[in-house]
């Protein structure tokens, strides 16, 4: 009878403590007087996103909207509360000016188990400050001109065998082979080629189950670590591991002392320890220990981000100029200027090529691979005078941003020259992100969509298939910015020259 007691007790206790959670998570923005949408209990504002039917950037864009007149304005994830920021001068208070407050992403997407959970992307506090400074030294202007010539080497291979369109997996594959050169000097044989591209296309298969594993990861961590959810599948995260680790030791196997990005690996492995040092006296002043499972989850990183970001910008900025041929015209116009002022294609003649840069920011603006950052306050803080808890996450909707009239007006046409004399905020245009976390690919992204972009345009007269519906629609179970599989981009190939 006791028991029985006891058990009706305790059920009672624990609904009303999980009501007080559910009622306190749901009035975080009103005690702040932060306007949001009314949230519905445990789904908050993101109740349709267990629908599939939306991408996660669709409720940023929806409560950017609403309230115009705002600042910032407060949304519910499910049971987080988060704070979108609408005005660019917070944006660069919180990438920028109070950095140390809001440095790390947060929880986000990986388990303890994946292979990018140790990466510089989920890493926080100084193992990040070290790590990242150690592998800054792979983006170095001599770095970025010695990997040209391979990397223009293999865009010419691609455009060399004569396509008569051009999709996406023909880029995502391009990417890989550039990336495995330019950074860990490897050319894949052709014997293993196939078996990479199918598997590190489905690194980022979109499917509802992969979308609902990284949606729970991300904001029900501990639900998800007790159902074993996972990233991606176990198979791959294997498999990518197992090849990373086969070509950090086949370069200390072949004793070659290059100066990339898999040296830097090499090293960091073999000393075993990361210094961080003292900003003031640049002494040593704490050190921690590198394993091989760091050292690969910094080399699939790379992988990682340079695969499908990387072809979705080449993919996306040849879709935008296979709609305009005078951009197009514009284009080769440039390209011949300069390649005569310089003689042929080299690192200097691709960065003079100022409107390929600009049609490649432009499409950065209207189509970025990541539709937003996030961060977390790692202390108590307020900004603009509203207080926010530790944790408290914070979302910079940049896609939405990008394509305010407000900040670029008539924000659907795409329009180079809106880059040509550089733009009036630099925080409405923000597809690397800025400030001490900005994307480390950066350089080396742009470099090599600019370069594929002029063979492409040198050789072809680029047009957007029939087959491909307009306007485009984008796939709502996607990590990246992605087509939607129904619609997919096919652009048609005539050779000029
Ligand atoms: C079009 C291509 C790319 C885009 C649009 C892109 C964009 C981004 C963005 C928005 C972030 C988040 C920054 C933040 O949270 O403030 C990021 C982080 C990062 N990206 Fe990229 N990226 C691209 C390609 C690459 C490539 C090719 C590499 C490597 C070679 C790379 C390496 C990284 C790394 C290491 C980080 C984490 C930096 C840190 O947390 O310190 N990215 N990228």
New binding site residues.
Partial sequence: MLTLELLTLAVVVGLIHFSIIIWKSMTYWKERGVKHHTPVPIFGNFLSVISFRKHFFHYYDKVYKAFPNERMVGLYEFMTPTLVLRDTQLIEHV?IREFSTFPD?GSFLFEPSSVMYD???N?SGIR?RAL?NK?LITFTTGKMRSVFPSLSESCLQLLNSNPKTLEREMLSDLAIRT?MES?FGTKILKSAEAEIYTKARKIFEPTWWRYTQQTLLTYFPKLADFLHLTFMPKHLDNYFRSIMNTILNQRVDSMEDRNDYAQVLVQMREQKKLNIYNRENKKVDQTFDVTNDLAIAQAF??FF??MD??S??MLYTAANLAQSKNCQAKAREEIKTVLHKYGGYSWEAVRDMKYIDSCVQET?RMQ???QF???VCDKDTSIDGVKLVKGTRIIIP?HTIQMDPKNFPNPEKFDPERFMEGINDKFAH??????P??????R???M??TTFMAHLLENFELSLSPETKLPLKYQPTALFLTPKATNPIKIDLKRIN
């Fill in positions: 990438l992403h990466s510089i992307f890493m990040w990242r592998l990336f950074m990183m790379f981000a340079g970001a990387t979705l910008l950065l970025p691979s990541l950052l996030n961060r940049i923000l597809p690397f992100s800025d400030g976390r900005v994307c480390l690919g950066k080396f992204a742009t090599e969509t």
